[in-house]
């Protein structure tokens, strides 16, 4: 019997093709949500006229709160449910350095946020610039902690404390202080605040959790991003000592973040597929007769998932054993690090740049999309055209 099961799944597909968001830019603006976001998004799932469901991920350089924040941010402004699983945030592959380093400096973000950042990831000793302002005010003459500040700054002698590495999370909301304790720090005897190497090789490990030079906001012109930070310490620390600054980059473009994305999104796909299943099931009035598949005698082709797979094997199969995305559409607004991002694996990436951010019509992009959108809506309209 043909069975009718569209009552619990909207859409009757899940896509073998995929895509990708950045988010400043492309779907929120500062403070602003991007009035075509909400539409693209639920087009993906499954509200589109093909009914097919395509699985997305998000993959901002932005950070400085959890990405469970963030995910309730999203969900809010959206009009959707975003999961931690389909979020990566700049700093989000820095988990992996949890076991490296004892002895952190986070910089970046409003307040101690970051810190909760950095301790929900499971690292020991996390400390921020407030500590350091609080244990010696004189480090940053021009600065004086106001009464928040000092409160939430943690009482430590810094003296006594090796920093094994400085992680910037997010962007500073205090360059001058901020640079100036991150200096002292890369010029100083193994992170000792208070004291010098002579050599200035001993210092900690410096990370940014991204390097964009500018980002939109919803003021009319980009501001400057952890990028320019990057490169004015790198001015400063080798107008200082004649060296140049060793840094370990993450986010977009970096190749690492891009294997990272490749398996948050093979985690995602497989969660939408097995969703997908379940929901089939439920709405299966036989289930528990014919255990041998969820899709079991079913002869409708609507049924199946679309997953582009001709070896004649059933979803239920795929569900462990996963083809990777026939096509992963990136929308970006960045072409240094979005477009450049999603070309570096052009094979499988397609890369589309949105006017909504950062990228204003009548540039040529230093990397060139595959494709320009005027907006998210019109590239997802793009895509799934382009796809059917
Ligand atoms: O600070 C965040 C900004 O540089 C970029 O965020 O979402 O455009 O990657 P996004
Ligand atoms: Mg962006």
Known sequence: PVRHRK?????????????????????????ETIPQGPEALRMLNGHNKYNIKVPYIFITNGGGRSEKARCRDLSKRLGITV???????????????????????????????????AEGYGFKNVYI?????????????????????????KDVDFSKINIQAILVFADSRNWAADQQIILELLMSEKGVMGTISPTYDQ??????????????TDYGLCRYGMGALQVSIAALYEEHTGKELQVTRFGKPQRGTFRFAEKVLSNWRRETLSEHVENLKLEDPDEGENK???????????????WGNDSGERPGDLVLELPPASTVYFVGDTPESDIRFANSHDSTWYSILVKTGVYKDGV?????????????????NFAIEREH
């Open 129 to 153: 610039p407030l500590d350091v302002m609080k244990w010696k005010p004189s480090v940053t003459p021009y600065y004086v902690l106001n009464e928040e500040e000092r409160n939430i700054a």
């Open 203 to 216: 210092g900690p490990g410096l990370y940014f959790a991204h390097s964009d030079f500018v980002w939109a």
């Open 7 to 31: 009552s619990v799944v909207n859409h009757e597909r899940v896509a073998s093709y995929a895509f990708a968001f950045d988010i400043d830019g492309v779907l929120v603006k500062g403070p």
């Open 292 to 306: 041998e598949t969820p899709f079991g005698d079913s002869d409708s082709e609507e049924d199946e998932a679309d």
């Open 364 to 380: 040529t992009p230093r990397y060139t999309p595959k494709k320009t959108c005027e907006n998210v809506l019109e590239a997802v």
């Open 83 to 117: 999961t931690e699983d389909q979020v990566i945030q700049g700093h989000t592959p820095m988990k992996d350095l949890v076991d490296v380093y004892e002895n952190v400096l986070v910089v970046g973000g409003v307040l101690d946020s970051c810190r909760k950042v």
